[in-house]
């Protein structure tokens, strides 16, 4: 039951073309020298690619939509003035990931009250129904409840256990492509997503031990 309760929260890009894009990594060798050179439509042209799948990240960490954005609007601002320091070669997207995560981390470090949206922010538009699908009530209803609560776990976890769980259940990422995104060892990366299972387990167990 667990594991059915984290695979009903996954947003899937097949599922939803409001969700983020999934898939490999890419260097976006084709716009970086451009954008150097000051080439704002190839700036944009890198914003549209990425930002989607950005603005999902932070709303995964930090739970709010009006945060979210503005962390994402502010992510793209350092990007441009820091694009000059970004080495030719690599791969764009984990480069502004970290520098997205590190202002996701230090808006939840400064935040005093955390007032994470449950169930409304996320679900009305982050998730939709598989095509065709009918839901009565009563199990929409239960559907509902059983992400707010997981939703509290996953608020629970620390930091950086919460950004491995979103990766790899969310955007379903290799644990090779996390490691990449994060900029840790793949072991470490093993290690983190064991543990917040593990505790997401002992949190959830107790309700969902059918």
Same mark, same amino acid.
């Given at each position: 039951?667990?594991?059915?309760?984290?695979?009903?929260?996954?947003?899937?890009?097949?599922?939803?073309?409001?969700?983020?894009?999934?898939?490999?990594?890419?260097?976006?060798?084709?716009?970086?020298?451009?954008?150097?050179?000051?080439?704002?439509?190839?700036?944009?042209?890198?914003?549209?690619?990425?930002?989607?799948?950005?603005?999902?990240?932070?709303?995964?960490?930090?739970?709010?939509? *009006?945060?979210?954005?503005?962390?994402?609007?502010?992510?793209?601002?350092?990007?441009?003035?820091?694009?000059?320091?970004?080495?030719?070669?690599?791969?764009?997207? !984990?480069?502004?990931?970290?520098?997205?995560?590190?202002?996701?981390?230090?808006?939840?470090?400064?935040?005093?009250?955390?007032?994470?949206?449950?169930?409304?922010?996320?679900?009305?538009?982050?998730?939709?129904?598989? *095509?065709?699908?009918?839901?009565?009530?009563?199990?929409?209803?239960?559907?509902?409840?059983?992400?707010?609560?997981?939703?509290?776990?996953?608020?629970?976890? !620390?930091?950086?256990?919460?950004?491995?769980?979103?990766?790899?259940?969310?955007?379903?990422?290799?644990? *090779?492509?996390?490691?990449?995104?994060?900029?840790? !060892?793949?072991?470490?990366?093993?290690?983190?997503?064991?543990?917040?299972?593990?505790?997401?387990?002992?949190?959830?167990? !107790?309700?969902?031990?059918?």
């Amino acid at each position: 039951m667990f594991e059915f309760v984290l695979n009903i929260l996954a947003i899937r890009v097949n599922n939803t073309s409001k969700g983020p894009a999934i898939g490999r990594i890419s260097d976006d060798s084709d716009l970086i020298p451009k954008i150097k050179k000051g080439d704002m439509s190839a700036f944009k042209m890198l914003v549209e690619r990425h930002k989607k799948r950005a603005f999902f990240a932070a709303l995964g960490m930090v739970g709010d939509r *009006e945060a979210a954005l503005d962390l994402t609007q502010d992510a793209w601002v350092a990007v441009f003035r820091g694009i000059g320091v970004f080495k030719d070669g690599q791969p764009f997207y !984990p480069w502004f990931y970290r520098i997205l995560m590190n202002l996701c981390k230090n808006h939840l470090r400064h935040r005093k009250v955390v007032d994470r949206v449950i169930a409304g922010n996320r679900d009305d538009d982050c998730f939709s129904e598989a *095509e065709g699908a009918v839901f009565d009530t009563d199990s929409l209803v239960e559907q509902r409840e059983a992400k707010a609560l997981v939703w509290r776990a996953i608020d629970c976890l !620390p930091q950086d256990q919460r950004e491995v769980i979103l990766l790899a259940h969310f955007e379903g990422l290799s644990y *090779e492509d996390i490691a990449e995104l994060v900029g840790v !060892p793949i072991g470490t990366v093993m290690s983190r997503l064991f543990y917040a299972r593990k505790k997401l387990a002992e949190k959830l167990g !107790p309700v969902y031990n059918e």
